[in-house]
């Protein structure tokens, strides 16, 4: 294989693709107007919080940039120990980290709170490229070791637990597996087996579990409790009609009627506040983000250089998909956040750190144009 050409940063960054770059940044920026309005209410923490996450993205940005310098190719050099450090880092999350909001989630490194489970999601990637590279999981026993690649991060992600972030793991796992070349039946023989474990998966849930996947098919079942934030997100999007209300002019979270307007719920305080048309625009921006990211792969000669934007995009694409069908009650309530719009530092980071490895991959397709 020809090896990369060697350049200079600022080459690389002024090959970027800058579609990209401006759907995620205008994604991100609406959220931060999000954010202020669903924490401007009673609490009147808004600017506080928009302030917060838009020193979140200043940092996003130069993180995406420094793996942008660095380069694709070198990080999957390091994919293996990276990966290995990353499943230490969560397990010292399982054994030393404090319960909050009923999980083992975050770190303090300082005065600086994090998640680490967002930031294995880069290291996740990186480590299936490479292996699922050496390894096309063309038979039984190359689809296993991809499948076995992943399954640590996966188990010490439940340990904490958190099954939105397991279930993340599994689709970049999935889709990367998937895009590798892995044949269709393999994946209609889990889907089988899953089928079949599922009276046995839902003796192993927590009441709490039960309830959200039973309320997620009939929300008045609790209508104050598991159902309260499923019927509430339904209001606030609903209520916006075509235009919406206008900014800051939503009710639901200054009410505080939506719970976690900032967080979990974003996409409901956006569609409140700029109603139907706003969510068009929002679902165009991501599409255009996924078709970019699924364009960089395809320009590239490098068959790990590919599997980075499969993993990438089944990313960001699941979270999408699953944080606003939560928000209009199609999907059961994870917590999931929505990339680049909901709060978090965390988060961001690690999404911008993806969407650095994708210019990577762009950068050299550029230089070395591939056509299918």
Not at 25 to 45: D, E, F, K, N, Q
Not at 135 to 163: E, H, K
Not at 180 to 195: E, N
Request: positive net charge; contains cysteine.
């Amino acid at each position: 294989m020809e090896p990369p050409r060697i350049s200079s940063f600022r080459e690389d960054a002024a090959a970027m693709d800058r579609v990209l770059l401006a759907c995620a940044l205008t994604l991100t920026l609406w959220g931060i107007l999000c954010i202020y309005s669903a924490a401007a209410g009673p609490l009147g923490r808004g600017g506080d919080f928009a302030l917060r996450q838009f020193g979140f993205l200043g940092l996003s940005v130069v993180a995406m940039l420094a793996i942008l310098a660095i380069g694709c190719h070198r990080l999957l050099d390091v994919a293996y120990p990276l990966y290995a450090f990353t499943l230490f880092v969560l397990l010292a999350t399982v054994v030393l980290a404090p319960k909050v909001k009923g999980a083992h989630s975050w770190m303090a490194l300082g005065g600086f709170r994090f998640q680490p489970s967002e930031f294995a999601k880069v290291s996740l990637i990186l480590m299936l490229s490479k292996v699922l590279s050496r390894y096309p999981p063309l038979s039984v026993r190359t689809f296993a070791i991809g499948v076995g690649a992943m399954l640590p991060a996966v188990l010490l992600v439940l340990m904490q637990p958190d099954a939105g972030s397991a279930l993340v793991y599994l689709v970049i796992s999935f889709g990367m597996i998937f895009a590798a070349g892995a044949p269709i039946r393999y994946f209609l023989a889990i889907g089988g087996a899953g089928v079949l474990m599922l009276p046995f998966l839902w003796l192993g849930l927590k009441e709490y579990q039960k309830m959200r996947l039973l309320v997620f098919l009939d929300p008045m079942l609790d209508p104050l409790g598991a159902g309260y934030n499923v019927i509430q997100s339904r209001i606030a999007v609903g209520s916006g009609g075509f235009w919406g209300k206008g900014f800051l002019l939503g009710m639901q979270s200054k009410l505080r009627f939506l719970p976690e307007p900032h967080t979990d719920f974003i996409f409901s305080v956006s569609s409140e506040e700029f109603g139907f048309l706003g969510g068009i625009v929002v679902l165009l921006l991501f599409t255009v983000l996924f078709c970019r990211i699924v364009g960089a792969g395809l320009r590239s000669r490098d068959r790990r250089a590919k599997l980075i934007a499969a993993g990438v995009v089944s990313w960001i694409w699941f979270q999408t998909f699953e944080s606003i069908g939560m928000s209009v009650g199609l999907m059961p309530v994870t917590g999931l956040p929505l990339p680049f719009l909901s709060y978090g530092g965390s988060s961001l980071l690690s999404l911008f750190m993806g969407l650095g490895l994708v210019g990577s991959v762009y950068v050299e397709g550029t230089r070395r144009p591939y056509y299918f």
